[in-house]
């Protein structure tokens, strides 16, 4: 089992949906959680940190359940801009160690 | 442009030659990471630098794989005796004090 797993893709959804991407971790010692964003043959780059209070940034929101171990991302009114590969990461408690998921492609169509 | 840079940014070899790959962060940052990235996985974490230290080595890191960041400023990635199971991309991070992470455009290796 794969320590940070991800939604299957991709997610084809038309412009202005909401879609929502869910992401397991299996290290209970992990303490930070992040969402990356990468576009094809691109860099991955940070979209938002998640916090245990949940946090929102625009049209994103990230939400943490530490008891189930699961983390998740919510993009409401969708752009095509938003069309990428979107990565869940965790990071152990010594802050070194990042694990990524395989990421979850995401096309908005028009 | 002050963003973490990475060369060469293509590199095509055959199989059994070494290669070497450089990385320069952004300046100050003191954390630097080297990945692995293969098409349709996320990145795979392969080394940390903090300064000129190596403090964390991945399992994935064969021997035939050395990181070296001597000055505590840009980091080489070397791959002795290349299999073609070693195409991927190589991306590099940066970071300071703080988790979040800046990538480098990456190093697209190809093995024949």
């Known amino acids: 089992r794969k320590e940070v797993e991800q939604d299957p893709g991709p997610f084809n959804v038309p412009e202005g949906a909401t879609v929502a991407f869910n992401c397991t971790y299996s290290?209970?010692?992990?303490?930070?959680f992040f969402w990356y964003r990468q576009d094809c043959r691109k860099e991955p780059k940070l979209l938002m940190s998640v916090y245990s209070s949940g946090n929102e940034d625009g049209r994103f929101t990230a939400q943490l359940n530490r008891a189930s171990q699961y983390i998740s991302l919510l993009i409401r009114d969708s752009k095509l801009s938003d069309s990428a590969t979107y990565l869940c990461?965790?990071?152990?408690?010594?802050?070194?160690?990042?694990?990524f998921g395989p990421g979850t492609r995401l096309s908005v169509l028009p | 442009d002050t963003g973490v840079s990475q060369n060469p940014r293509h590199k095509i070899t055959k199989r059994g030659q070494n290669v070497t790959f450089r990385c320069d962060p952004i300046s100050e940052h003191n954390r630097l990471y080297w990945y692995r990235q293969t098409l349709g996985q996320g990145p795979e974490f392969l080394t940390y630098f903090q300064n000129e230290a190596q403090l964390e080595k991945s399992r994935l890191l064969s021997d035939r794989f050395s990181a070296e960041r001597p000055k505590g400023s840009f980091s080489t990635l070397e791959i002795q005796r290349t299999e073609q199971g070693d195409s991927a991309m190589y991306l590099c991070?940066?970071?300071?004090?703080?988790?979040?992470?800046?990538f480098g455009p990456g190093t697209r290796l190809t093995v024949t």
């Open positions: 290290n209970s010692a992990s303490q930070s």
């Open positions: 991070a940066s970071s300071r004090q703080g988790p979040e992470q800046y």
């Open positions: 990461v965790a990071l152990d408690n010594y802050g070194q160690n990042f694990v």
